[in-house]
């Protein structure tokens, strides 16, 4: 069945629009409470949100919906996605949801859902809701309404889970880090969490208002933390999104160092310590060939799945691997979390440099990168990829890239665009590939 309302992550839209009402959040509740009514205990529901304007109206609404079926409900306030998964697992929830649109302006919101394992439902759960929003909600008698009340303490229970996940024996004393922290979810636990553990900690997008969360700052908008980082003489920049589920890393010298190549390092450092599970890595078809041919030069595979880290996270489970993630930094630790962290891939990436004694710029280098170009399409209707003439000249820019590089086209999950990405060992060949695609796509759309 097609999904009307789940995308490659959770459902997301504009607020006030479509999906995202209050009226279709109180529906969500009710529809994801009905499916996960199961035995005769008090079910329970834990519910998160990032800083965006709209969170509290989409919480009330889902408070209402869920209470309205019987479900307890426990609201943590502003925190990270993997928090809430945590947190979900931890308190032997039935449900865990968090209310973000994750890098997205703050006109956009989301709804995340996780299963009482702390894992993003599957496919199947997700269709099973989506056949219940259909439907009339099963009410419970009054004696049976649910109760909600907020808990104060979830901040300090994700900051100590976060420094579990580097060993006792590894302090950051002598590392002056920016973290920032997007004007979202991480802007009181990630500068914590890092502080904590020794370092001299340069915070920023740690003022929300409601309006400003990603908002020039964060892991899509790196220009102010990689000048912030050479202007402050640190060691290291930690750029976290809007719901700190991603991580992207900047090096002593101000250059941005992406989800690639921390796959790398943490892959190889694990693997050092014959720690790591699986024989190798799960990324996506969006990863560069680069980190293919060093893995294989390590002995190690790379497992590409369709974009989204709830795929990444299925071969995972599937395969036994024990890292994997995105390019764009969604960076899954299954030693550490359930989904993805990027406060705890900054552990991971700090800890590394403690022990090596390098720069970050030396250590974070791991491997070359292979020419990589990804353009997006935006249209406003119809199916562009459907076009016989685009598809020509896919059928044209595959032949050309056979045998030095690859191409990969998808329209995203969430939003009207068209991503194409090229890759190979000659980079004009691939903006040339890249660029008449695009225009193919636009005349089409």
């Known amino acids: ?32 409470g009905t499916h996960f009514l199961r035995g005769g205990h008090r079910h329970r529901v834990v519910i998160g949100k990032d800083t965006r304007l709209s969170g509290y109206m989409m919480e009330s609404a889902l408070v209402a919906g869920f209470t309205s079926v019987g479900m307890d409900v426990i609201m943590t306030g502003p925190l990270p996605t993997p928090a809430i998964a945590l947190l979900t697992r931890e308190m032997r929830a039935d449900l865990g949801v968090m209310i973000s649109a994750s890098h997205n302006p703050y006109e956009d919101n989301g ?11 599957s496919d199947d759960a997700e269709s099973s809701i989506e056949r219940l929003l259909e439907q ?64 001299d900690v340069v915070s920023m997008g740690v003022e929300p208002d409601g309006t400003n969360i990603n908002r020039d700052v964060g892991s899509t908008a790196l220009d102010a933390i990689c000048a912030r980082v ?38 190889t450092r694990l693997k050092a310590r014959d720690a790591l599970t699986g024989g190798g890595v799960v990324a996506t078809v969006m990863s560069n060939l680069g980190l293919e041919r060093y893995l294989q030069g390590e002995g190690l595979s790379l497992e590409r799945t369709k974009v989204g880290d ?44 403690v022990r090596s004694g390098k720069p970050a710029s030396e250590l974070l280098h791991v491997f070359d990168p292979v020419p990589q170009l990804l353009k997006n399409v935006r249209f406003d209707g119809g199916k562009p990829l459907e076009a016989e003439s685009v598809r020509s000249c896919i059928a044209d820019a595959e032949a ?11 329209p995203s999950g969430t939003e009207p665009v068209i991503r194409v990405m090229a890759e190979g060992d000659d ?19």
Not at 3 to 30: C, L, S
């Open 111 to 121: 709804i995340k859902l996780f299963g009482p394992d702390g894992f993003k439902l």
């Open 427 to 445: 980079a004009a060949q691939v903006e040339r590939v890249v660029d008449r695609i695009c225009e193919a796509v636009r005349d089409a759309a």
């Open 310 to 353: 709830r795929y990444v996270l299925e071969r995972m489970k599937q395969g036994g691997f024990n890292v994997g993630g995105e390019q764009s930094g969604h960076m899954i630790l299954l030693d550490h979390a359930t989904t993805g962290d990027g406060t705890i891939a900054a552990m991971r990436v700090l800890a590394s440099l």
């Open 230 to 267: 050479v202007e402050e003489g640190a060691d290291i920049g930690i750029a976290l999104d809007g719901d700190a589920d991603r991580l992207i890393v900047i090096d002593e010298k101000g250059k941005p160092v992406d989800g690639d190549q921390i796959m790398a390092l943490i892959a």
């Open 1 to 32: 069945m097609a999904r009307k309302f789940f995308g490659t992550d959770g459902i997301r839209g504009r607020t006030n629009e479509g999906a995202m009402t209050a009226a279709m959040a109180m529906k969500v509740g009710q529809a994801a």
């Open 400 to 410: 050309e890239l056979a045998g030095t590089g690859r191409l990969v086209i998808r």
């Open 136 to 199: 009339e909600p099963l009410l419970v008698e009054a004696s049976r309404i649910g109760r909600a009340r907020r808990i104060d303490d979830a901040r300090g229970r994700y900051i100590h889970a976060v420094k579990q996940s580097v060993s006792s024996d590894v302090r950051f004393d002598d590392l002056k880090v920016v973290v920032d922290c997007a004007h979202g979810a991480a802007y009181q636990v990630a500068p914590a969490a890092i502080w904590e553990l020794g370092a």
